[in-house]
DNA sequence: GTAGGGTTAG
């Protein structure tokens, strides 16, 4: 009988990835490096993944230590280095470079080398990198690469916006599996709800099920998605009938994507139903509820789940704080959206945004409490964008406050001296208060 | 035998 390979079943290995501090860590590298097993790629590679999630530059140490190292170790790191510290892809693109740089027959980039890279380039800076990268498939691999890299470099140039390349390389595909579908469905709905693209989403959806390849939530998740931004409700209700006859799991992707499917057709009722019967809530399961209710002019029924939320510890996020203070904002529910926003800190320990204190200044506002909204205002720790003035110079002219107004307005001209509009306002108001002669000068300032 | 691609909310 063939034993298993001792290397790859040693304890130390398994001890590794249970290792919560850097300290823990090193405790088992040292065991490993008298053993020997630290001499060996798999073991490394398992050093390499464990120290690079806890301390980056560690796992540098070690990796610049090693002799030779394979193309295996050197793509370990670049997906760390990209999954887990995505602020550090120059490491990862330096990496990269030592590889294609290095001279040595033996050492080359392989199929495993790019779908991380690939991902990497879809933030800036790192976008213009991507054709680079696309030569280098094409001068490295064979022409039939697998379908990892082929999906990696479709998702790509979908994501930068061209999603003629990217149908042209799906077509170039023999076979595509599963993610490759899905790589093609997901690039069908960047494109800011064009509804051309969302119905064909479901041609795509239909041609994925000719070919045999099963869709899963994923998929499901990108219809559904596609369906909201149609407005197409009998669609929408189809795939929350397809997800439960083909007991595809009703996971929070699903689950979010359906409640937003309900709200965006108008059935706040189905959207509740849905979220009332899911198996499992996250975070953006509560917020696309909360924001829910709360569009739809029920701000009480909203601050209900996020005191459900609340209660049950579910983790609430900056989007959970906007959507709780404007549900709150809509229907007056000043005091109640006040201590929302004062939890952020208190509760949650975190420092509210600029975000956070545009929705506090509506909602001061709005409800005429505008001494207040102004101080908040004022004492804000960062400077305030000329939404918040408009929030503040809305309420002022609907709670009639002139004095306010004018504060308000000033800010607003001073933030956005190109904006005509606020000239307008301007004039109004000093013509409301029959100031004629600021009227005029407040026009030929505006022209 | 070890590494890599696709999903949600205001």
Redesign the pocket.
Known sequence: MKS??P???HPAIKLLSKCKTLNTLKQVHGHMITTGLALH??PL??IL?SSSVLELTYAHTIFDHIQNP???L???LI??V??NHRCQTHLAFSLYNRIILSGDDKLKP???????L??AC?SQPWVQYGSVLHAHVLKFLEPE????????LL?FYANCGKLGVARYLFEQINK????????L??AH??NDADSCLSSEVFRLFNEMQKSLVR????????L??AC?DLGALYHGMWAHAYVIRHCLKL???????L??MY??CGCLGLAYQTFDKLPQR???????M???F??HGYGQKALQIYEKMRILGVLP???????SM?ACSGVGLVDEGCKVFESIKEVYGIEPTL?HYG?LVDLLARAGRLQDAEKRIKEMPMKPKATLWRSLFAGARIHGNVAIEKVALKHLLELEPETSDNYVFFSNMYARVNKWEYVNRVKKAGS
Request: proline residues 3%; contains cysteine; glycine residues 4%.
């Open positions: 298993a390979n290397i790859f079943t790629t798999y590679s398992k993944l394979t193309v295996f050197f793509n370990t997906s760390s990209i999954t392989n199929c495993f080398t790019y779908p991380s690939f991902k879809r690469c697998d379908h990892f890299v082929q999906a990696s998702n595509p599996d599963l993610a490759t579908w899905n790589s469905l997901t709905t960047r869709p899963n939530e994923i998929t499901l998740v990108v559904i998605g909201a996971n929070c992707y699903v689950g979010t994507s409640i937003s709200l965006k996250d975070t953006s399961c509560y917020n696309a909360i924001g829910g709360a569009i996020d900056n989007v959970t704080f906007n959507v404007f975000e929705y």
